[in-house]
């Protein structure tokens, strides 16, 4: 998976898998995380799979996937706060008025990923979450729709679990939603590893100190109408 789809497939590689194949890593104190945490520990413990509700954030998220697409997330990781900075901190109301200017513009910034064809998905996408807020009222309302329930979520979030999903039913029903209005760079794995991150589905493996800290977080937050 990467988070499960892309995020922490590209993590995992060369990763070591911590103890056993638990998928568990147990640090001097004998706290156990996700064997990933040690290549970026704040993203780990304080972001990954916490709930979002801000439009802007969860448009930037569904960006940053795209564009991490045949990377590293540590890569798009860091070079989040270029992207801030040339996506007007993923304003889709600004983004969706950006000309073919702001594309040279941003296929000269060398503190972003310059691949054209994302940066016009980038745009292109501000449009669609522009119509998409303008018809239901939010787009964090209609995002978390296609939240799974509980029933759809596997017993357990294990080593295998993780090996053997790299999408989901709920991330092929958002990528095809997405893409019926217009949306790119949203295949079912870049929307699982998007879930995932905004904490649609809490995928921390068992063990992990921070599992029970997001299922907490995700049974106090208020969804979005």
């Not at 439009?55 to 997330?73: H, P, S, T, V």
């Not at 950006?98 to 054209?116: F, H, K, P, Q």
């Not at 309302?141 to 596997?154: C, F, I, M, Y």
């Not at 095809?176 to 905004?198: D, E, H, I, N, S």
Request: aromatic fraction near 10%.
């Amino acid at each position: 998976m990467s988070g499960a789809g892309q995020t922490v497939t590209a993590i995992r590689e060369g990763d070591c898998m911590g103890n056993g194949n638990s998928g568990l890593i147990t640090d001097g104190e004998g706290v156990a995380r996700c064997f990933w945490q040690p290549s970026m520990p704040d993203y780990h413990d304080h972001e990954w799979g916490r709930p979002v509700a801000d439009d802007r954030r969860l448009y930037e998220k569904i960006c940053l996937e795209g564009f991490q697409a045949g990377m590293a997330w540590i890569t798009i990781l860091r070079k989040r706060e270029a992207f801030r900075a040339a996506f007007d901190d993923f304003d889709f109301e600004r983004v969706a008025r950006y000309t073919d200017r702001d594309v040279e513009r941003l296929m000269a910034d060398a503190g972003i990923v310059r691949n054209r064809s994302k940066i016009l998905s980038a745009i292109n996408n501000a449009r669609c979450a522009r119509a998409l807020a303008d018809e239901t009222g939010s787009l964090s309302g209609w995002l978390w729709t296609h939240e799974p329930p509980p029933q759809d979520r596997p017993p357990a979030v294990d080593l295998d679990y993780w090996n053997n999903n790299p999408t989901s039913a709920a991330s092929t029903a958002l990528s095809r939603a997405l893409k019926k209005r217009g949306w790119t760079f949203v295949g079912p794995t870049t929307m699982y590893a998007f879930m995932q991150a905004v904490g649609m589905v809490n995928d921390h493996l068992d063990g992990c100190a921070c599992r029970e800290d997001i299922e907490q977080a995700r049974a106090g937050f208020k969804r979005p109408s």
